[in-house]
C-alpha cells in the first residue's frame, strides 16, 4: 500500500469515527442521531468513492506511461542491437 492510499484511508477512518463519536455524544433523540449517522456516513462513502476512482485513473495514467516507456527501451534496446523480427 503506497503512501498516498495510507494517508487516505487513515483520514477516511479518522473523519467518520469523528463524525460516530460526536453524533453519539450529542444531546438528541436516537432517532434523529441514526439520521444524522446515516447521512454522514453516505457522504463519507460518497467522497471515498470519488477519491478511490481519482486514484483508479491516476493508477492507469501511470500503468500506460511506464508500459510506453518500456514498449520505447525495449524499441531502443532492439535497435542498438540490429534485432529483426
Not at 74 to 79: A, N, P, S, Y
Request: hydrophobic share 30%.
Amino acid at each position: 500500500m503506497n503512501n498516498g492510499m495510507k494517508v487516505f484511508t487513515g483520514f477516511s477512518l479518522g473523519l467518520l469515527a469523528g463524525a460516530v463519536a460526536g453524533l453519539l455524544y450529542a444531546p438528541e433523540k436516537g432517532d434523529k442521531t441514526r439520521k444524522k449517522i446515516k447521512k454522514q456516513y453516505d457522504k463519507t462513502y460518497k467522497d471515498s468513492m470519488k477519491k478511490v476512482d481519482e486514484l483508479k485513473t491516476n493508477l492507469n495514467k501511470e500503468i500506460d506511461n511506464v508500459s510506453s516507456r518500456s514498449k520505447e527501451t525495449i524499441d531502443h534496446l532492439k535497435e542498438a542491437v540490429n534485432y529483426k523480427n
